[in-house]
């Protein structure tokens, strides 16, 4: 009889490591994976001066790669793009406005290299770029094209969630 209870107490304490076991070894396959994994958003803007995602979401501390294509014809003097992602709380007015002036290095202005998290080059038509960047904190960082003017249509937010 004591014996009986002895092996269901045994059965019982191991199947409870079994498990435990089994949800430590899950946890670090969903983290792992999740850490190796590379999110690719493809993104392209158009002659219409509109970007074909406004819109994406990616988890904090995961690798992403942004492919940004220019699928216009349009030289890049007129219709050049690119994609900037900005820094929580910068919005894409206050970027695109500070940007207008700053022809010279591509309407990356000097003055605000530090609100952004990644960048692309200024493509001309059918030109693209590619970026890679680790998801900032959880929150929401608008990203625009920063060539004069175009940020009143070439804008959109990057939501970025907990693990
Ligand atoms: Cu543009």
């Given amino acids: 009889m004591l014996g009986a209870e002895n092996s269901l107490y045994n059965i019982m304490k191991s199947s409870r490591l079994f498990l435990l076991v089994v949800a430590v070894l899950f946890g670090a396959v ?6 190796n994994s590379e999110t690719v958003i493809e993104i392209e803007g158009n002659d219409q001066m509109l970007f074909s995602v ?3 979401e990616v988890v904090t501390g995961q690798s992403v790669k942004i492919v940004f294509k ?3 014809k349009l ?8 994609l900037v992602i900005l820094v929580e709380g910068v919005t894409s007015a206050q970027f695109g406005t500070e940007a207008m002036t700053a022809a010279a290095t591509d309407y990356i ?7 952004i998290v990644a960048h692309t080059k200024l493509l001309g038509p059918g030109e693209q770029d590619e970026i890679v960047f680790t998801a900032p904190a959880p929150g929401e960082y608008e990203f625009l ?5 175009h940020f009143a249509l070439m804008r959109g937010v990057m939501t970025v969630t907990a693990e």
């Avoid at 969903?30 to 850490?35: C, E, G, I, M, T």
């Avoid at 202005?109 to 609100?115: F, G, I, R, T, V």
């Avoid at 094209?145 to 003017?149: M, R």
């Fill in 30 to 35: 969903a983290n792992s994976s999740l850490a």
């Fill in 54 to 56: 406004t819109a994406f």
């Fill in 70 to 72: 220019n699928v216009g």
């Fill in 75 to 82: 030289p890049k003097v007129a219709m050049g793009h690119n």
């Fill in 109 to 115: 202005p000097a003055s605000m290299k530090d609100k």
């Fill in 145 to 149: 094209c920063s060539f004069p003017g």
